[in-house]
């Protein structure tokens, strides 16, 4: 029975026929019309391949001023919302096809996707890797299932290479495009929020380079209640999605970085449907800074126990930074879509994201070199309840007076107002102390 969508005319609006280039994958050729019934169709294809994942009321809510409800798509077997739109995909292909196999290049969340869906569909799947790629995940994608091959020192050299394996073997070349099978995929997203969340008045989505999870949960959401404001986060410095609006197409000359710590947020490879979907369906798009994003790392992993990286962070750090204050009192889902954070990144997010939330801090002062000068300093620490991380001493080039001693203190606070009443204290016995400003 089809499906009758009061929408249905705005989403055959938003897609037109888009002549595709020919270095594309051939499922550029299933780009069409993306209904909610395909969407539908999508959800129970993949019913049993991908996790419903929960979402669930925060304890964050209290602390920004609504009810937050937390899509924790990164419990996906590989951290990523991306299987959806991957197995969806690969259970498309014909039969022929799936014998041959697939082929993807690039350290990325689809790559890590296809790599395990293939295995477990016992599609043969192969993957190029640049040589720069960390040792972790070259493991990881070969624990999934996948053959691994290390070819050249950048991402075009991979990418290359397996255009060319494909072309002379029968593989099927994969990269993360905007076809209908892919977006239908994604959307199954809007579809589960709209059911586990009663009475939503907005969802948060990830957005940048990679909107496909935004324009196809927003094809979703909108069909079920137009009323639901749906909203994409991208980062300050690499506002693509906002450009690519403005000027009516995507664009190809934004800036982006080739830091592993932003992933998907600043790539430049979604297509004209994804775009043109947004634009139709997208009620707002707002752009954060970097000290936003590692703040939410740190608030999801203190509050949630949630270990994310900068694609799953972004869309939280919107409200950590009060970009929606229209949002105050509503009933709001956040899309929390990747969890894979690599270890050393971790341990450097969460440092500095301690210094940015005013918990870490660092003074500099000089004392008499006397026996119990710095003992009265740890006093002072203790009765403050300053945790004490690091104190270094200099004497040998120290200008002031003779026989001081410069004493460096890294210390951690309980949050900004402690910060303030500990600076207080030591000023007032130490009033030349110096504060190193962040």
Partial sequence: MKIVSRNEELLRDALPRIPQSSSRSSLSSHNKLIRFEDISAAAFKIQCGVQKTPCMYSRLSKQYGMDIYLKKEFLQYTGSVKERGVLYLLTSLPQDQQRKGVIVALDSNFSMAVAYHASELRIPVFVIMSTSTSPARVKMCREYGAMVISYGTTAKDSQTH???????????????????????????????????????????????????????SAAALKHLNPHISVIGVESES?????????????????????????????????????????????????????????????????????????????????????????????????????????????????????????????????????????????????????????????????????????????????????????????????PTAAWTER
């Fill in 162 to 216: 397996a255009r060319r394996l494909a072309q002379e073997n029968g593989y099927l070349y994969l990269e993360e495009e905007d076809s209908a099978l892919y977006l239908s995929g994604l959307g199954t997203v809007g579809l589960e929020v709209y059911e586990q969340v009663p009475k939503l008045d907005a969802v948060i989505f990830p957005a940048g380079g990679h909107c496909g999870l935004l324009a196809g």
């Fill in 238 to 430: 690499f506002p693509v999605l906002q450009q690519s609006l403005k000027a009516g197409h995507p664009t190809e000359d934004q800036a982006c970085s080739n830091h592993h710590f932003y992933g998907d947020v600043s790539g430049l490879c979604f297509g004209s449907n994804s775009l043109q979907l947004t634009g139709k369906l997208v009620d707002k798009v707002v752009a954060v800074r970097e000290e936003d994003i590692l703040i939410s790392i740190l608030r999801l992993l203190e509050y949630e126990r949630a270990t994310v990286d900068a694609e799953g962070a972004i869309g939280l750090a919107a409200l950590v930074a009060g970009k929606l204050p229209e949002l105050k009192g509503k009933r709001v889902a956040v899309v929390i879509c990747s969890g894979n954070l690599e270890l050393h990144l971790l341990q450097q997010c969460v440092a500095r994201g301690l210094t940015l939330d005013n918990r870490v801090c660092r003074f500099s002062l000089v004392l008499s070199d006397c026996p119990g000068d710095i003992a009265k300093l740890l006093e002072i620490l203790a009765r403050e309840e300053a945790r004490v991380l690091d104190l270094k001493q200099e004497r040998a080039f120290v200008t002031s007076e003779l026989f001081t001693v410069e004493v460096t203190c890294t210390v951690e606070t309980r949050d900004k107002i402690h910060t303030a009443q500990l600076r207080n204290a030591l000023l007032e016995r130490y």
